[in-house]
């Protein structure tokens, strides 16, 4: 595996956009002996809304975490911000789900292994029992969960319990097609997230390469994107395209989106990791 990244804190800041917030935060992390190795800001001039994210070199400072979240929040009362703090030597726990298709699930375990993906993966639940030979290999738990038609809620009640169990920090949607209910995208709101074959919001639903190629587009895309109540609906975190011609059939269309979604979701699961996505209402502010 890869060296793991140096050891830091990460400052995540939303709130109203008005002078003197950078000078406010900075010159406090300077007061302390703060070391400020990456920074990003930016002021959304239509809802006035203003982003910040700083990562601190956490040996620099002299107060631990806790003393320095309970002593920022005076800063954070006085700018009314939504703010978080995070270490990075905490590993974040992210659990991942898939159905049968296992090209994204094999990238990221790949990823993961090669100590691209900075995190823990506790376990893989799918409702297929194929992918268990590839799960297991890498040492990982493997639940089989079957999704019943008649019998859904049950289902998801275990699922719910073994991403509760896993202590689960994030989910991961590798191509897992199955709609979350309601109660399970509301209790892990901005912590789902899903790979979508085509680029939102076209083409949402069922079978989104053949809808595509059905209407003759020339450009197919792949979209990572937080997963709410509403289908493939949530705030997007990363999109790219591939472009498809006249001669490309359907099947060339899958073949194609394959390589498009794994990049895409290996992306946003990155900057997720690293808390590199905002979310503002139904939209996101990436600092990747």
């Known amino acids: 595996m890869v060296a793991r990244m140096s050891h830091s804190y990460r400052l995540i800041v939303s709130c109203p956009d008005r002078v003197g917030i950078v000078s406010r935060v900075s010159s406090y992390i300077a007061g302390h002996g703060g070391w400020i190795t990456e920074a990003n800001q930016h002021s959304d001039l239509v809802t006035g809304r203003f982003f910040m994210r700083y990562e601190i070199k956490a040996e620099s400072l002299a107060l631990d975490i806790e003393a320095l979240r309970d002593d920022f929040a005076a800063i954070a009362d006085e700018f009314s911000m939504e703010w978080a703090l995070s270490d990075t030597a905490r590993r974040k726990r992210v659990v991942l789900m898939a159905s049968r298709a296992s090209h994204c699930l094999v990238d990221l375990l790949y990823r993961w292994n090669a100590g691209e993906l900075d995190c823990d993966i506790p376990c893989v639940i799918s409702n297929h029992e194929s992918l268990r030979p590839l799960v297991e290999w890498h040492g990982i738990p493997f639940y089989h969960v079957p999704v019943e038609p008649h019998d859904k809620a049950a289902a998801f009640a275990r699922v719910e319990a073994l991403v509760e169990e896993a202590r689960a920090d994030a989910v ?37 390469y053949h809808q595509a190629y ?65 979310i503002h209402g139904n939209k996101t502010v990436v600092f990747a």
């Open 172 to 208: 991961v949607l590798a191509r897992y097609m199955q709609i979350l209910p309601p109660n399970l995208c509301q209790r892990y709101a901005g912590r789902v997230i899903n790979i979508h074959h085509s680029f939102l919001p076209s083409f949402a639903g069922a079978k989104p």
């Open 214 to 278: 059905e209407r003759g587009v020339k450009l197919i895309g792949a979209t990572c994107h937080y997963v709410t109540e509403e289908l493939d609906a949530g705030p997007i975190i990363e999109q790219d395209i591939q472009r498809v011609t006249h001669c490309h059939t359907a099947d060339d269309l899958v073949r194609l989106g394959r390589d498009v979604e794994k990049a895409v979701l290996a992306r946003g699961l990155r900057w997720h990791l690293q808390d590199r996505v905002l």
